[in-house]
């Protein structure tokens, strides 16, 4: 065998492919249902400033809702983003290696994150600034 061990075979590629192209899917779902929520959530608020009544509660609980909603919204956003870049580097042929400095990501880390960007080392290096 003349493949390193830290090259990425096409079989190992077309899995983590696979594993991307389901995990756009199911980010997808989450995006849309939380899209609805916070639409529903919008029009009664917006409901709520012309009808005086509604008790103070009630509207503090939508907030938190909201807010709650958003920041999933947010999160879904990014890792579907992740998701697409990982899936273009595939057709570009430079999946699988750390965007800093070149490295090649190992499997087990794919496996479990099919979208990182970053080796182990520079994804700490990262964390660490933070
Ligand atoms: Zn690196």
Redesign the pocket.
């Known amino acids: 065998m003349a493949n390193n061990n830290n090259e990425l075979s096409p079989e190992k590629i077309e899995y983590l492919k696979k594993e991307l192209l389901r995990q756009r899917e199911e980010t997808l779902k989450e995006l849309k249902l939380v899209e609805a929520s916070l639409r529903l959530i919008t029009q009664s608020e917006l409901a709520g400033e012309n009808s005086y009544d509604e008790e103070f509660a009630d509207s503090g609980t939508a907030t938190f809702e909201r807010e709650k909603d958003l920041s999933l919204y947010e999160n879904l956003r990014d890792v579907l983003s992740r998701i697409e870049k990982a899936l273009k580097r595939i057709d570009e042929g430079t999946y699988g290696k750390?965007?800093?400095?070149?490295?090649p990501?190992p499997y087990e880390r794919l496996k479990a994150i099919p979208y990182a960007e970053?080796?182990i080392?520079?994804?700490k290096k990262e964390e660490g600034l933070r």
Do not use: F, P, T, V
């Open positions: 750390c965007a800093r400095c070149g490295a990501i970053l080796c080392e520079d994804k």
